[in-house]
Structures are given as structure tokens and as C-alpha cells.
């Protein structure tokens, strides 16, 4: 979890990470946005999903952003939304959302690793598509 705070909204934000595994059974939506309320998280990435929509699903206090790949999705508190800019999914493990600040914006970034038994090419593409990511906005 990362404690953020938020100068447009004048408020502490709370930035969580999620494996998940599958939101494909029916109800699983709901559940976990229930979960993120009772944690209380302001902005959320989450992995394996296995998801089979695209685009934004609202789910209890909870937007669910999901891009094509349906392995990597964001979800951002209902009350923050107005705030996001863009949502871009780069790929299944890389996705990042730009949030308009009062003096700047910001930047959260979504990512997945392959694991260490993964193929030395599948950790070398991943490092360099998120390394080109990083230099676009550097």
C-alpha cells in the first residue's frame, strides 16, 4: 500500500496492489470492490484477472477500468474519477493511469513481472516495453 496525498482534492490518497487470480465467476465484481471498500484504497492495480469486458464497469463505490489484454485492470474510487485523464493498457502486464493534478499530473503505473521461471526473452520484452514506458514520460 502507498499513502499518497492529493493537492487538487486536499486529501490522503490510499494506492494498493492486487493479484486477484480471476474475476470471471459471476458476483467476484461485486465481492471485490466490497473488499477494496472495507480497505478503504482510493486507487487499486490489479493482476490476473481473467476478465472478459473492456472498458469501464462501475462496481459498488468502485470504476473498473479493463483494457484488451484481460489480464491487468485498475480500479479508481468513484469520488477521484473526475481526476483521471487517461487509462492506457500497454500490454497484459503494463498498464498506467495519468490523474490531472491542480500544478500537476500524476502518473500511477500498473505493472506485472513475469515471474524468474518465465523464458529469459519474456523477461527481456517485459523490461523493455516498460522501460520504454518510463522514458516516454521522462
Not at 47 to 55: I, N, T, Y
Not at 70 to 84: G, L
Request: proline fraction near 1%; aromatic fraction near 14%.
Amino acid at each position: 500500500m502507498i499513502l499518497w496525498y492529493d493537492l487538487k482534492n486536499e486529501k490522503e490518497m490510499i494506492f494498493g496492489t492486487w493479484n486477484v487470480r480471476s474475476l470471471y465467476r459471476a458476483g467476484s465484481v461485486t465481492a471485490a470492490a466490497r473488499e477494496l471498500a472495507r480497505c478503504k484504497l482510493d486507487l487499486v492495480g490489479v493482476q490476473e484477472v481473467r476478465w472478459d469486458k473492456v472498458g469501464t464497469v462501475r462496481a459498488g463505490d468502485y470504476n473498473f477500468f479493463c483494457g484488451k489484454e484481460k489480464k491487468i485492470i485498475n480500479w479508481e474510487h468513484h469520488t477521484i474519477v473526475s481526476a483521471v485523464k487517461r487509462v492506457q493498457f500497454v500490454s497484459d502486464r503494463v498498464s498506467y493511469i495519468v490523474r490531472r493534478g491542480r500544478w500537476y499530473n500524476t502518473i500511477v503505473s500498473n505493472v506485472n513481472a513475469p515471474s524468474e521461471e518465465k523464458s529469459d526473452y519474456s523477461k527481456d520484452s517485459f523490461y523493455e516495453e516498460l522501460e520504454q514506458v518510463l522514458d516516454h514520460f521522462s
